[in-house]
């Protein structure tokens, strides 16, 4: 693609044209479930790259978007312990926001929600069995560590920074209440 087209093509991006290129950040702070379910605190870093795919026709629907994946590893630890691929997707008409991902634990969650083209803010949300903004998980979390929920803020500072916060709500066998994973870090432009 040649200068002019990527312009035209990150301009149709509405509020995702900003995330393109690759970032980095090592302020983030998760609180998870621990080994024996209780609770746990992890410092971390990450380093997540948005790039440009070509326009999604579905029909009369069309889709700007961005290809990503996202590794995260304790701050001191060499090994990375989540990662992610998948989609964020514009879709201007509806001025929809959404986000597909898939985590190798065997999680899949297509959120979306609304948002102005040029928003620097905007919230997705998904929730276990809708069949539009939804969440599939494999028998084992199904059973043990169920996702009814997920949340996701995203808050564009600068074009070269952005931070989110994620809060993932989960049933967890043996626990009356609910489990809020949360995940939040500030990423900085890298390239």
């Known amino acids: ?3 002019e087209m990527n312009l035209e093509v990150v301009r149709n ?7 393109v290129g690759v970032w980095e950040g090592d302020k983030g702070d ?5 080994d024996d379910r209780n609770v746990e605190h992890n410092k971390y870093r990450e380093r ?4 440009v795919i070509s326009q999604v026709h579905n029909h009369e629907q069309s889709l700007w978007g961005l290809r990503y994946s996202t590794k995260a590893w304790r701050l001191g630890e060499a090994e990375p312990f989540h990662e992610e691929v998948g989609y964020w ?4 008409a509806a001025k929809q926001v959404l986000r597909c991902f898939i985590v190798p634990r065997g999680v ?4 979306g929600g609304t948002a102005e083209p040029t928003a620097k803010q905007f919230e997705l949300n998904a929730d ?3 069949s ?3 969440i599939c998980s494999n028998k084992f979390l199904e059973n043990e560590f169920k996702t009814v929920h997920y949340t996701l803020q995203v808050t564009i500072h600068s074009n070269d920074s952005w931070s989110y916060k994620e809060n993932t709500q989960l049933h967890i066998k043996g626990r009356q209440e609910l489990f809020d994973h949360k995940d939040q870090n500030t990423l900085q432009r890298a390239k």
Request: proline residues 12%; glycine residues 10%; negative net charge.
């Open 13 to 19: 991006l509405g509020p995702l044209a900003p995330l």
């Open 30 to 34: 998760d609180t998870a479930p621990s």
């Open 108 to 111: 899949s969650v297509l959120a």
């Open 48 to 51: 997540i790259h948005f790039e």
């Open 89 to 92: 997707l514009w879709d201007p």
């Open 132 to 134: 539009t903004y939804g």
């Open 128 to 130: 276990a069995g809708s």
């Open 1 to 3: 693609m040649d200068l």
